[in-house]
């Protein structure tokens, strides 16, 4: 299951170059990640558990840049959980078109808030995760 986000591109994602800085689609893609957790219910879920998902590494590609003005379409799916781990695959391309400007995987832990240390994936939790899984073939 993808989800997918708008952000328009507006003058303070600029650099001096006058192209979104490479630091911004960090941002960018934080804010696609926290749509997705509340358009599927998943942060009020995770937080009547006293669950937080923290992110361990992030591995981005910047493919192409984007300007001031354009649209971008930040497409974001759950493609792998594991017992101690879950990936997210997000790509963010040009609104209307097939151009990629990035593409990252995050990899992230759920925590436990209370003790500050992370949990098994298992049970339910696994269950709900795994229902968010992209399907096999499933493009971004």
Known sequence: MSHSSQIKVRGFHLDIYQHVNNARYLEFLE???WEYLEDT???????SL?????IVNININYRA???????LDVTTALSKVSGKSA??????????TDTIVADADITFVLLNQKTGKPVKIEGEVLERMEGHLKAVGEEL
Request: proline share 0%; no cysteine.
């Open 31 to 33: 804010e696609a990640r």
């Open 41 to 47: 219910g998943d942060l009020e879920y995770f937080q």
């Open 50 to 54: 006293g669950l937080a998902w923290v």
């Open 65 to 71: 840049s984007a300007t001031m003005g354009q649209t």
């Open 87 to 96: 990936v997210f695959n997000q790509v963010i391309t040009l609104a209307g």
